[in-house]
C-alpha cells in the first residue's frame, strides 16, 4: 500500500513533537511542512526560525513560510504537491475554506484541551488557572470555525499539583503526537465515527496578555497559586512591593498554600523557608522569586540579598 501523502502544518515546540511523531511513522509520506516566517527575537532582534523549521529542514523537508495562508501563490503550491491530508498543530492562522477542502481526506488539528472546552487560544493556561482536575488533547477535523470541527479522538490526563503550564505543555504535546499517529490510520480506513461538537458545552478562551500575570492579593490563595503555575514560564505571575518611590515589581515562580491568616498582601513571615503573604483566605508561601532584572532565587537566597520585613505590602 502507499505511503498517505501528508503536509504538516504547525508552529512551536508543541507542534514539532506531532511534526516528529509522524516523520518517524514508514506509513507516512511527508511531503512539505508549513510553518511561520521567521521572526525577530531576543535584545538584538535576530531573525528566529519557528521550532518547526530547523526539525523539517533536518528531514529534508520543503519548507513553506507565507504570512497569509490564504495567498494565492501559497494555496497553489499546496495544491501542487496534491497531499491526501494536512495534519496540523498549532499553525497560529486560521485556514481558509480552499484548504481545508483541499486534502482528499481534509485537514485534522491537534488541539491541547477537551473540546468543546477551552476552544481558542492558551487552552493550557486556561484548564490550569480555573483549577481544573484534568485537560487533554483533541484531534478533531478542521472547519472553517475556531475549534469547532467533529471530534475524532480524545485523551485526557490529571492536571498535577506539581504542573505548571510549562510541565503541562510537553506533556500535552506528546500525548498529541501519539494521538494524532493513532488516529490518522483508523481515520483514513473509515474506522474512526466522528462527533461533532456540543456547542451548547462548549467555553472559548482568548491569548495571554502580559498584564494577566498581576497577582490580585484579594483572590483566596488556591487561585493565586493556580495564577502562578499557570503563567510560568510567560508571562510569569508578577507583583509589586510597596511603599517605595518606585514600586519593585517581583515575579514569583513557585509557592505553597498555607493555612494562615493575615491581610492580603502583607508579608506575614520572612524566613529561609519562604515569604509567607497574606491573601483574602489562606495565605501563600514563596519559596522561588525574581526581582525585576534579577535572576531566580530561592527565599532564602533572595532575602539574603534583599531586605524584606513582617509588615511589609505587596500590591
Known amino acids: 500500500m502507499a505511503a498517505l501523502r501528508i503536509i504538516f502544518m504547525g508552529t512551536p515546540e508543541l507542534a514539532a513533537a506531532s511534526l516528529a511523531a509522524l516523520l518517524r511513522e514508514p506509513a507516512f509520506q511527508i511531503l512539505a511542512a508549513v510553518t511561520q516566517p521567521d521572526r525577530p527575537k531576543g535584545r538584538d532582534l535576530k531573525l528566529q526560525p519557528p ?23 501559497f ?9 491526501d491530508l494536512i495534519a496540523v498543530a498549532a499553525f497560529g492562522q486560521i485556514l481558509p475554506k480552499v484548504i481545508l477542502e483541499l486534502p482528499r481526506f481534509g485537514c485534522l488539528n491537534v488541539h491541547t484541551s477537551l473540546l468543546p472546552k477551552y476552544r481558542g487560544a492558551a487552552p493550557i493556561q486556561w484548564a490550569i488557572l480555573n483549577g481544573d482536575a484534568e485537560t487533554g488533547v483533541t484531534i ?54 466522528s462527533q461533532p461538537q456540543d456547542a451548547a458545552q462548549a467555553t472559548h478562551v482568548g491569548k495571554i496578555k502580559k498584564e494577566d500575570g498581576r497577582i490580585d492579593w484579594q483572590q483566596p490563595a488556591r487561585a493565586i497559586w493556580n495564577r502562578i503555575r499557570a503563567f510560568t ?30 491581610a492580603p498582601g502583607e ?20 519559596t522561588l522569586l525574581q526581582r525585576e532584572g534579577g535572576r531566580r532565587m530561592s527565599a532564602a537566597d533572595f532575602l539574603a540579598g534583599h531586605l524584606l520585613k513582617t509588615g511589609q505590602i505587596l500590591a
Request: glycine share 8%; net charge negative.
Open 51 to 73: 521550532p518547526v523549521k530547523p526539525l523539517a529542514l533536518t528531514a529534508g523537508l520543503p519548507v513553506l513560510q507565507p504570512e497569509r495562508a490564504r495567498d494565492e501563490n
Open 75 to 83: 494555496v497553489a503550491e499546496l495544491r501542487a504537491l496534491a497531499p
Open 140 to 193: 478533531m477535523k478542521m472547519d472553517v470555525g475556531l475549534d469547532t470541527g467533529d471530534i475524532l479522538t480524545q485523551r485526557a490526563t490529571p492536571i498535577r499539583d506539581d504542573d505548571n503550564a510549562a510541565t503541562l505543555h510537553d506533556r500535552l504535546a506528546q500525548l498529541g503526537a501519539e494521538l494524532l499517529v493513532q488516529t490518522i490510520p483508523d481515520y483514513v480506513a473509515g474506522k474512526i465515527l
Open 233 to 262: 514560564p510567560w508571562p510569569g505571575a508578577f507583583t509589586f512591593l510597596a511603599g517605595q518611590s518606585q514600586p519593585q515589581l517581583l515575579k514569583i515562580w513557585d509557592a505553597e498554600i498555607v493555612s494562615q491568616q493575615g
Open 267 to 286: 508579608i506575614l513571615q520572612a524566613e529561609k523557608s519562604g515569604l509567607v503573604i497574606g491573601c483574602g483566605q489562606d495565605a501563600l508561601r514563596i
